[in-house]
Structures are given as C-alpha cells and as structure tokens.
C-alpha cells in the first residue's frame, strides 16, 4: 500500500492571517529554500511505506522545514515544533500544518544522510545564485570591476578556496 500524506497546500489562502503569502515577502529565504528543496530527488527519503497510523508529512515539507530553521538557527526539535505556531515563515513554508517534536526528530533521525546531503546542495545551490554570504567572502552580484589596492590576504586562491569548502563542509557535519 503506498504511503500517506498530509495534505499541503501553499496556495489555499489561511484565515490569520488572511493569507500568509502576503506576510512573507518574495525576496525571503524560505521561497528559496522551498523552490530548492523543490528541485531536489527526494526519493530515497525514509517514510512509512506500509500506510498504517495517521498520514504522515511529506519529506519535501519536512526537509524544507529543518534546512530553514537550521540556517535561521534553531536546532531543537520542540523549538522547530514552537516555530510552527510562532514564525510567519514557518507556518508559510508548512502550509499552516504543525508537525509534533516526535515527527520532526524522527524524520531527522530516519532521513539523516539525505538531510545532510540536501543540507550541502542548498547552500552549494544559493552560493551559485549568489544569494548567500558564504563564511568572511561576499559573493558579489554582478561583475563590475574596481580598481583597489587588494592585500594578500584578502585575495582567495585556489588552495585557499578548497581548505573553504572542506572547513564548510566540516561546520555542515557538526551542525547535523
């Protein structure tokens, strides 16, 4: 029997507020990061397959839920279930639905190879776009060039931008 679902809806207008799309502005993070998580396979994620118990969240809710409030930093899962009633970002990227503690931590714990590896191709994905501050280095927006004195310390070389990525990639597996 194939799994079962909550509903979620992002276009069915919530009654407090009246919508909620119209409190989340279009340049914010979480339409980023549910337009990324869109983009993502999510096949292998782990859920009740069997169909038995209450319908479950889907894995693309889920996995947009825990890669926002981990870049806003919160960690916890009662506190992520806190922001679900709380956060006007939150309740957008939910659909206004309120996933428990439990279903949050479990979800991290069944899916947590998936949840890293998205979790990298999120941040890998808004540093192309140049949408995100990645550590001291500012991604600039266009490609003018200004005429400056640069120190050697602020210039980036290739070896320079590896050990980067590795300390990122480091913080990312701490941060799991």
């Known amino acids: 029997m194939p799994a079962r679902f909550v509903n979620i809806d992002h276009a069915t207008p919530l009654l407090l507020p009246p919508d909620l799309r119209d409190r989340v502005g279009p340049d914010h993070m979480v339409h980023f990061i549910m337009d990324a998580v869109a983009a993502l396979d999510l096949r292998l994620?782990?859920?009740n397959e069997r169909g038995t118990g209450k319908a479950q969240y889907p894995p693309s809710m889920?996995?947009?839920l825990?890669?926002?409030?981990y870049a806003t930093g919160t960690f916890s899962s009662r506190r992520i279930e806190t922001q679900t009633y709380e956060n006007v970002a939150v309740r957008y990227l939910t659909a206004d639905t309120h996933p428990d503690h439990?279903?949050?931590c479990k979800f991290r714990r069944e899916n947590k190879e998936l949840l890293a590896s998205a979790f990298h191709q999120v941040i890998e994905l808004a540093a192309r776009a140049r949408v995100l501050r990645v550590g001291d280095l500012t991604v600039s927006i266009n490609g003018t060039k200004i005429l400056a004195n640069a120190s050697k310390h602020s210039a980036v070389s290739y070896g320079h931008c590896v050990e980067q990525i590795k300390l990122a990639e480091d913080q990312i597996a701490e941060l799991l």
Do not use: K, N, R
């Open 102 to 104: 439990d279903s949050i």
């Open 66 to 69: 825990l890669i926002y409030c």
């Open 45 to 47: 994620a782990q859920t």
């Open 62 to 64: 889920m996995l947009g």
